[in-house]
């Protein structure tokens, strides 16, 4: 089972974190944060850390500090001097930057980190993040284009210093230079003549990350993924789109095995179900639930707002409960209201998380993990967590010895490489399948 | 005085450093290799280390390294971790890059480091470089027209985020969020529309370093800089570079005292004057003399090819020499010739380096840099070693005490930011004096 973590901002997911006593509220900017962060998931043998990224502002900073990192890349390198096995998955967007900087960037990451870093690439769409740069977004389909090219270029680069060009010999020469080579690709955005002057790393280059998401961002991913990753909400949703992805991932000429598909999901952890309720409760005291409460009424299927937020559910209003059939968090709400959980505890459950999430004992959270696992409806999880400064140790201490115990998670890193913990194939280069099938002038 | 090396490759600036016994010949990728060299500067209390940089393939890769780091940016940022206190200068060119991105990944550099970055802005120029980006060059002029709106872009970027925002307040608010504003600026070439979510650095942003080239390349200097570089080849011609800059400082409305002259200066050290010549000799074993020697005839004045590597001049060579009477070089080469030193040995003396080298004792490189400064034709020196792995040492074990004992040199650093060890006055934002007569449509 692959175990990551979402890293976003050094305080958590929910937005009131950055308030507790026990958190340091400076955590955006201080590195030492994220050094313990990653240092606690490498002590737990977590496969990787991954940071994501969005290229403006995001989030009403008078209530809650930054959602995003300062800059995951920059982070990165300065966390591969204070660890030595954890993977390091960047985000980076292919819209703005040239491709030789990001190939030159990553490669150079991967090198300093002794092969560790995986890439999530992805094309930026939002309007905010094109003003930063002075631009408008282009149609939807120009802007996978673009990551199609970039994509191309930088592992076309990344394997422009070939193998055969061997490790300096004082006595002879440097490198055998026919080894290292031009690509002379140029499309309709980027282009690059190359070579880039860096060798291999430990394990290459890096490992390509990517979601799976729309049409075009899906088809994408088939081709250049090493792995995919989703947000289903259910087994069943996972299990379809793992089906889509690997039939995806076939028609682009790949084997499907060459792939690990990732899903999130999010743990709040308590030494009983109802401490991990109260944990996640301390966080909504600092939120405006109003809104949360308007949805929760629509998933209840009521026609009358909710007013009481301490109470449960009277009997007129337990009657009138309508589940959506098919979808998950309405039949998770109507569930917790007859139980007889006041609103603001059905909240308190974490049903409006974007993923999956249990707030519940280490045993709960083990239970949800080995279910989804067998069922065979992820190869791992990009876990989330509200509070970084205890849940990340919660989950190392508690979960991942009876995810062990249980024979569910390995005892310690395979090997070095982020490649070599996530059981990828080795790779350099553009993969051959895809060079013949691309349209370049030069290729 | 000022003192900081210039660190390109984790070799050194000869180009057969790499084939030294006691040098590991893959340190162009090892990272531990440059954390070693950083700490050494950084036990001996030098200012900073500077990274240059070219966006091409650099040097004959059959012959010798790279003669340029892997990646700046990111070397810098994974040596934040293993240093506290030594400045860390990053060149980063404006050609190709837009504003934001850079911005972004040099404020958070600072921020990470606590105050200790220095961006050496500049512009590219070369072929090769325009080629990795599937560009060719444009005019002269056009290249610094992107500078100018970049710098200003990415320092109004900086400022975007006040220290009136405040700290965060657990009980009260994230930050002022009146005090982070968008700045928009579209120019010709870059725009940005802001705010960078990421807040003062210790020193509040990094530190402006810019070359004294061109013309263009001086009136950019004179605008932005907080540090401007020279190679100068004797005192004379420094006083006078620093003369000109100054008059262009004044011109540009800022205070020349507000600016650090800095120039380059090259050692190699040893116990013995002649000791240091055996080190340097040992390193054009492995050099193809064959131009050099071409370059010394015509130095010298000579007429017919020398010959003789080995054996001093001969009677008529030497009275047919004739020295260049404003060429420092050629004053020196001649100089040497008739004190009977052999060709070969002439060359040991480093003469052609592209800026002033000692080749000496500790005391005669204290002696150099005494002088220069003395005479008040610098603040302070870039350093350029030809062996990173033993000449730092040397350096900061021999060179740095001398200097304390004669007092021109810190015993310790005077406080934690690179601002602090330069003597810089606080400078956050765009400077309101540029900002003034900058032409940007809604300033």
Known sequence: MILGIALTNNFGTHAATWRMPHVDPNAYTNIDVTVEHVRTAERGGL?????????????????????????????LAAVTQATKK???????????????????????????????????????????????????????????????????????????????????????????????RTINMHGKYVGARGPLPIPPSDQGQPVIVMPASSHYGLHAAAMYADVIIGMPSSI?????????????????????????????????????????????????????????????????????????LDEPLD??????????????????????????????????????????????????????????FEADAADGFMMNFDDFHTEISNFVDQVVPILRNRGLFHEDYEGTTLRDHLGLSPHYGLDPRIAKTAKWPDL
Request: charged residues 25%; proline residues 6%; neutral net charge.
């Open 47 to 75: 496969q990787f850390i991954f940071i994501a990224d969005r290229l403006f502002l995001y989030g009403n900073l008078a209530e809650a500090n930054p959602l995003f990192n300062m800059d995951p890349i920059i982070t």
């Open 236 to 308: 069943e949703e996972s299990l379809a789109l793992r089906k889509t992805i690997l039939n995806t991932v076939s028609e682009a000429g790949r084997d499907p095995k060459e792939i690990k598909f990732i899903v999130f999901v999010g743990f709040t952890i308590g030494e009983t179900k109802q401490k991990a309720l109260d944990t996640r409760r301390a966080l909504d005291v600092h939120t405006d639930l109003k809104m949360q409460l308007t949805r929760l009424c629509a998933y209840l299927g009521l026609k009358q707002e909710l007013t009481q």
């Open 315 to 372: 009997p007129i209003q337990l009657k009138s409960l309508r589940p959506h059939p098919y979808d998950q968090r309405s039949i998770e709400a109507v569930r917790l209201a007859k139980e007889g959980w006041s609103p603001r505890e059905i909240l308190s459950h974490a049903i409006f998380d974007p993923y999956p999430t249990v707030v519940g004992t280490a045993e709960q959270v083990a239970d949800h993990l080995q279910e989804w």
């Open 86 to 180: 954890i993977g390091l998955i960047a985000t980076v967007s292919t819209t703005f930057t040239e491709p030789y900087l990001m190939a030159r960037q990553l490669k150079a990451l991967d090198v300093i980190s002794r092969g560790r870093v995986g890439w999530n690439a992805i094309p930026s769409y939002e309007p905010d993040a094109f003003a930063n740069f002075g631009k408008i977004p282009p149609p939807r389909e120009n802007k996978y284009e673009r990551l199609h090219e970039s994509i191309q270029v930088i592992q076309s680069l990344w394997g422009s210093w070939g193998y055969d060009a061997g490790k300096p010999d004082q006595s002879g020469t440097y490198a055998n230079s026919v080894h290292i």
